[in-house]
């Protein structure tokens, strides 16, 4: 079927329902919901896996075609890659898959795309305005920091050096 951002469903949330997967995921391994939470958690990380390459391709064409919000859309880009790792790193810590080939072949692409988006993004000259960017617009400025720390901490789950309790 096709795939497309359309503000509603998952799609109205900033973090796409990164952080609503996140709770269930953690409620659930705490024993809550049922046997069709696990279901609904297991199709859920399909289609988490499914969503990555085509959302970032989608990144990839608005940047191409708004070159005047290569900033913005290069948050938006570590907010949606940093929120993808980490609850695919969460998922398997919690024991609700065990990554195949080709999901970890996806992750280590992610981290790669993180590496890239951080890079681009120091390119622009984010990350030494932060002051001008924080005075001019708030909430670009609160999602670099944030989503900076996602990505980061993404980063750690991924190569082992955090972990999480539950």
Known sequence: AGFKKDRTGIFQYTCGGAHLLQSVAYAHARGFGNEQTKKELETQIGLHFYRFPKELQIYDQLMKSNPDYTVQLLVQRL????????NAQKFSILGLYKPNDTQIRLMQGAMDQLVLTIR????????????????????????????????????????????ITY
Do not use: P, T, W
């Not at 907010?79 to 980490?86: A, I, P, Q, R």
């Not at 990350?127 to 001019?136: D, G, H, V």
């Not at 750690?156 to 972990?163: C, H, K, P, T, V």
């Open 79 to 86: 907010k949606f890659v940093g929120h993808f790792l980490e």
């Open 120 to 163: 681009a993004l120091q390119q622009e000259g984010a990350y030494q305005s932060l002051y001008n960017i924080k005075a001019n617009d708030q909430q670009l400025y609160r999602d670099i920091i944030g989503d900076s720390a996602h990505a980061l901490y993404a980063m750690y789950l991924f190569s082992g050096n955090r972990y």
